[in-house]
């Protein structure tokens, strides 16, 4: 098993020092080969091992460490061959007195790939061994020999990056910024992986980052706060505590990874940690700055056998309609849904500009009187090719894009503005106010706080008919930033209220901190009442500690008169729901105030 090669020892040492590794801490990711290849190959002893002029050395190791003296080394003899495989030390007229074998550790079997430097010299081996004899099978030897090659690639990566960084940045192979592999060398990393696994039958998932509010974030803080943000997320990639097996930056807010997994079931379940500690918030000059983070999902082999295939599901995973907590899994259906995205952007921004949008009024109601309190107003679209379309799909749509959230956000504004205005003409003494969704990321621009204000002065509404919903994600970017707005926002009178509470990271503990008058319970917390004990007492929670803090309470989603009493009772203030009120046009709205203005005034 071998094919024998003259070295020049000079030139031979040059590589290996070039790289700068003797002595050096042991570092993960090489710990992190050594146990894939001993997992894989199921060998109780692996070595990441270099050979110097008179010694051995070994970078990582599982079970018996084999750094010593050149002269008892085994791998120096694999320097010349390549490839070394001994299957019976003791049947072999060479090794039978070799040290190795006659002394500790006693090697009886022992199989070598070896490693090259820059420069394409041996510099050490990736080896197995063991005590007892043992015969690779052809597919084993594939195997040590991809592995050699991953653990050859990452020696090399830092020789390369101080390289890539004296040459102005080799552009073809690594990040400049991060030093991480660009998509072309992820992917050919991917092919080796796959060669590993393949054999072994193995699944892994490979993970699609999107950063989504980089630009938000530079804006905000500037260009170092953002810099800092992609270091955090490509240190924490591949960081000892995350099972990453390649990672990689592929574009300004793009970042990939591959994962091992038990089964191809397993996917979303082992890429939550690895998603979830990106998400963590980050410190930063004071600020918690958080990436807000979508992540697509390929399964190899279950979605393709191929690398590059890999990459293109993944990524079209990102477009996928079923998300759970932003990952989104690679499905068939994912082509058709992108398609559709794409072409619902572009009809929905001529939409707006031509108003054949509108706005629907869904009443709010006290919960102790049944008192008509105000209105939310809901964006309704009826696309001439597509039909009607539900908001669940066309507002995220919208979201995405600063101009298009803007524009959308414009339009909702200054059309309730403009309702606001003509019930209060009719019904002056009318007590109502219209909640108004606003996007997450309004609340990271400049000029919101002016479009607001502007929009009010324009059509002459006073500040306290608007409440302004915001949902949890808008505090991810930078929640100083935003309790920033919010209290800009206060100043002028407008109450705000938290959506959807209870969906996302409902972090009570920051609660305390956010200049919100209003919590509006989402409806999945107010779907099991009847029937879960548990959800009784966590909404019960929920509404007690909202009343420590001085907020008002409003249930969303109330279908039954059950649901109403048991609110009731648990101290709820506002009802909302098509029990006692469905979303209706502006003109119902009005017949609504008009009825109750007259039954209160009777
Ligand atoms: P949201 O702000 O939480 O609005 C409440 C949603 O619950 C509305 O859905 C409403 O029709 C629905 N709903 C209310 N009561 C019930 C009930 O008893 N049963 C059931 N099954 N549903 C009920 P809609 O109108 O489809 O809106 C969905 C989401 O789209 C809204 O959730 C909001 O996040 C967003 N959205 C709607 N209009 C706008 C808008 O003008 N601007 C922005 N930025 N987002 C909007
Ligand atoms: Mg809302
Ligand atoms: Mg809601």
New binding site residues.
């Given amino acids: 098993m071998s094919s024998f090669q003259q070295i020049d020892e000079e030139e031979r040492l040059k590589d290996l020092f070039s790289l700068e590794i003797l002595d050096t801490e042991s570092e993960e990711r090489f710990d992190h080969l050594a146990q894939l290849t001993a997992r894989i190959l199921r060998a109780s002893n692996v070595g990441i091992n270099l050979v110097d002029r008179n010694r051995q050395w070994s970078k990582s190791h599982v079970g018996i460490p084999a750094s010593g003296k050149r002269e008892d080394s085994l791998c120096s003899h694999a320097l010349n061959n390549g490839y070394l495989e001994v299957p019976d030390t003791f049947a072999d007229s060479f090794f039978k007195n070799h040290p190795a074998v006659v002394h500790p550790p006693f090697v009886r079997f022992y199989a070598g790939v070896v490693l090259h430097g820059p420069t394409g010299h041996p510099v050490g081996t990736l080896c197995i061994f063991d005590t007892e004899k043992r015969r690779l099978t052809e597919s084993e030897r594939e195997l040590l020999i991809a592995l050699g090659s991953l653990v050859e690639r990452e020696m090399n990566f830092d020789h390369e990056r101080v390289r890539a960084r004296e040459a102005l940045i080799d552009i073809t192979r690594r990040d400049a910024e991060t030093g991480l592999p660009n998509e072309k060398l992820f992917i050919e990393n991917m092919k080796d992986l796959i060669l590993v696994f393949d054999s072994e039958e193995r699944p892994f998932a490979l993970i699609h980052l999107r950063v989504d509010n980089l630009d938000a974030i530079t804006r905000l803080h500037g260009r170092a706060m953002r810099d800092r943000i992609i270091a955090f997320l490509s240190n924490r990639l591949t960081a000892a505590d995350n099972q990453t097996l390649l990672a990689a930056r592929i574009g300004p807010s793009r970042f990939c990874a591959v994962i091992p997994l038990m089964s191809i079931r397993s996917a979303f379940d082992a890429a939550l940690p690895l998603v979830n500690s990106l998400r963590e918030p980050i410190e930063i000059e004071g600020h918690l700055v958080r990436a807000d983070l979508d992540a697509g999902l390929a399964v190899y082999p279950e979605d393709s056998r191929t690398a590059e295939e890999l990459m293109e599901c993944a990524r079209r995973a990102l477009k996928s309609p079923y998300g759970i907590q932003h990952i989104y899994a690679f499905t068939p259906e994912s082509e058709a849904h992108a398609a559709r995205q794409l072409a619902l952007e572009e009809r929905l921004e001529s939409a707006v500009i031509k108003n054949k949008t509108y706005l629907n009024y869904q009443p709010v109601f006290r919960s102790s009187n049944r008192d008509l309190v105000g209105f939310e107003a809901l964006m309704r679209w009826n696309d001439e090719k597509f039909g009607q379309i539900s908001p669940a799909e066309f507002i995220p749509i919208a979201e995405k894009k600063d101009r298009l959230s803007r524009l959308v956000t414009q339009w909702v504004l200054k059309t309730a503005c403009k309702e606001a205005r003509r019930w209060e003409s009719n019904y002056r003494s009318a007590t109502f106010r219209i909640g108004i969704?606003i996007p997450a990321r309004e609340f990271y621009q400049s000029d919101f706080i002016y479009l607001v204000k502007s929009t009010l002065a324009d059509h002459r509404v006073v500040a306290d008919r608007i409440t302004l919903?915001l949902?949890e994600e808008s505090l991810i970017t930078d929640i100083d930033h935003a309790i920033d707005s919010m209290q800009r926002l206060s100043e002028i009178g407008i109450k705000l209220a938290l959506?959807?509470?209870g969906t996302g990271y409902s972090s009570l503990s920051y609660l305390r901190r956010l200049p919100v008058d209003l919590l509006?319970l989402?409806?999945n917390l107010i779907d099991d009442i009847p029937e879960d004990k548990e959800a009784r007492s966590v909404v019960s929670g929920i509404f007690g500690i909202a009343a420590g803090l001085g907020l008002r309470t409003v249930a969303?989603?109330v279908e039954t008169e059950e649901q109403l009493q048991l609110l009731q009772g648990l101290g709820c203030d506002l009802i909302q729901g098509y029990y006692l009120g469905k979303p209706m046009d502006a003109d119902g709205a009005l017949n609504l105030i008009e009825s109750h203005h007259a039954q209160n005034s009777r």
């Fill in positions: 969704n919903e949902t959506d959807d509470f509006k989402d409806k969303e989603g």
